[in-house]
């Protein structure tokens, strides 16, 4: 007894809770530096992203507290929004205009498995179904959980679901792009901390980044900033006003605060009130990938997309994960985004209405 006592001690002696705040920010920093560094050391796409995620989810279970204010999350849909508008362009405009039948098709049938598989969770009584079509529909996470809050699903577990697909994507996204499509260290883009900045144009960039932050005062908009970031740097793009330009330093402190949201909303409460669901969770996030996978396929031989083009355009992460990835490795962004900006819209146009008269029709009442 004595030594199984002795090792819940020194257990309990881990637990983050017992440190000062600071102390624990302190512990949330070393831990990303070190689950960063291991990403990179596998040469993972996304590694910004993907070690501040593994570091919030061993922060909190850990037992830390923390929570990022509300303006860094504003701020990170802010420069996220810059950055696919950085995709933004005429050739964009170009590949959707030559291929729109395919890519609406493909944007459809996305969506129709998104929705069919939460009306299944939702009908089979595991979550309420709006909170399980939620949870499962495709987009920016963030703007997904604060959309659901808006039209009363359980923001919780549709943040649990949602975090957790985008878990799951991106790893997978990012093994793709290491292992099964071959592409080796010499051809993800290299990271340059300090690039030297276009005065003009970064001055621009801050510009939309700040002016998207008043969206924050229209709270009936969901995503606000995140879509006039996207809206107003996309104009400018088009109009060949500026260019969009965003130092990889900025980026990497916009990555590690959705990282870390994404892995700090992991808290052993969570995953303990979520238990009940997560193997259908899980199970349905598996089905949705590898279908996206197969609709990856069917573009791959259709219009003779690379494999790694065609999965980040059609996998279920969102189009915030989607552009993160795309911008680590050399892929076809112009494809991609056109993919992802075209759901995103979509889903934010005939979301809330259709996860309504879908969830009504699950039959299921939370008790």
């Known amino acids: 007894m004595p030594p199984f006592s002795t090792s819940s001690e020194n257990l309990t002696a881990f637990n983050l809770v017992k440190l000062p705040k600071w102390l624990q920010w302190v512990?949330?920093?070393?831990?990303?530096?070190?689950?960063?560094?291991?990403?990179?050391?596998?040469?993972?796409?996304?590694?910004?992203?993907?070690g501040p995620m593994f570091a919030g989810i061993i922060a909190q279970t850990l037992g830390a507290g923390l929570r990022l204010p509300k303006g860094s999350t504003y701020f990170s849909q802010a420069v996220i929004g810059?950055?696919?508008?950085?995709?933004?362009?005429?050739?964009?405009?170009?590949?959707?205009?030559?291929?729109?039948?395919?890519?609406?098709?493909?944007?459809?049938?996305?969506?129709?498995?998104?929705?069919s598989?939460?009306?299944?969770?939702?009908?089979?009584?595991?979550?309420?179904?709006?909170?399980?079509?939620?949870?499962?529909?495709?987009?920016?996470?963030s703007v997904m959980v604060m959309m659901a809050e808006d039209f009363g699903a359980d923001a919780r577990l549709v943040a649990f679901m949602q975090y957790l697909r985008v878990l799951m994507v991106t790893?997978?996204?990012?093994?793709?792009?290491?292992?099964?499509?071959?592409?080796?260290?010499?051809?993800?883009?290299?990271?340059?901390?300090?690039?030297?900045?276009?005065?003009?144009?970064?001055?621009?960039?801050?510009?939309?980044?700040?002016?998207?932050?008043?969206?924050?005062?229209?709270?009936?908009?969901?995503?606000?900033?995140?879509?006039?970031?996207?809206?107003?740097g996309g104009y400018i793009q088009l109009k060949?006003?500026?260019?969009?330009?965003?130092?990889?330093?900025?980026?990497?402190?916009?990555?590690?605060?959705?990282?870390w949201n994404v892995g700090l909303r992991f808290t052993r409460q969570v995953l303990v009130s979520a238990a009940k669901a997560l193997p259908e969770t899980i199970f349905s996030i598996a089905v949705l990938i590898l279908f996206c996978m197969g609709l990856a396929t069917m573009l791959v031989y259709?219009?003779?997309?690379?494999?790694?083009?065609?999965?980040?355009?059609?996998?279920?992460?969102?189009?915030?994960?989607?552009?993160?990835?795309?911008?680590?490795?050399?892929?076809?962004?112009?494809?991609v985004m056109a993919l992802q900006i075209m759901r995103f819209l979509i889903t934010l146009l005939i979301g809330p209405s259709l996860s309504r008269y879908v969830a009504n029709r699950s039959r299921y009442t939370k008790e």
């Open 27 to 50: 512990s949330l920093l070393i831990i990303t530096f070190l689950t960063t560094a291991i990403c990179e050391w596998l040469s993972l796409p996304a590694a910004l992203l993907l």
């Open 240 to 259: 060949e006003i500026a260019q969009i330009e965003l130092p990889m330093w900025l980026l990497a402190i916009a990555f590690a605060i959705i990282g």
């Open 117 to 141: 598989l939460g009306w299944a969770i939702g009908r089979m009584g595991i979550l309420p179904g709006t909170t399980a079509i939620w949870g499962l529909l495709p987009g920016a996470a």
């Open 302 to 335: 259709v219009l003779n997309a690379d494999p790694l083009s065609a999965y980040l355009g059609t996998s279920p992460g969102g189009v915030d994960s989607a552009a993160i990835i795309a911008a680590s490795t050399k892929v076809d962004i112009a494809f």
């Open 82 to 115: 810059c950055l696919i508008a950085r995709s933004i362009n005429q050739e964009i405009l170009h590949v959707f205009l030559a291929q729109w039948p395919i890519l609406i098709g493909t944007v459809s049938m996305t969506l129709l498995a998104s929705i």
């Open 171 to 232: 790893v997978t996204a990012s093994i793709i792009a290491r292992f099964w499509v071959h592409i080796p260290t010499s051809a993800l883009n290299p990271i340059v901390w300090f690039a030297p900045i276009h005065p003009t144009a970064f001055a621009v960039s801050i510009g939309v980044i700040c002016i998207s932050l008043f969206a924050i005062l229209l709270p009936k908009i969901s995503g606000g900033v995140l879509i006039v970031s996207m809206t107003l």
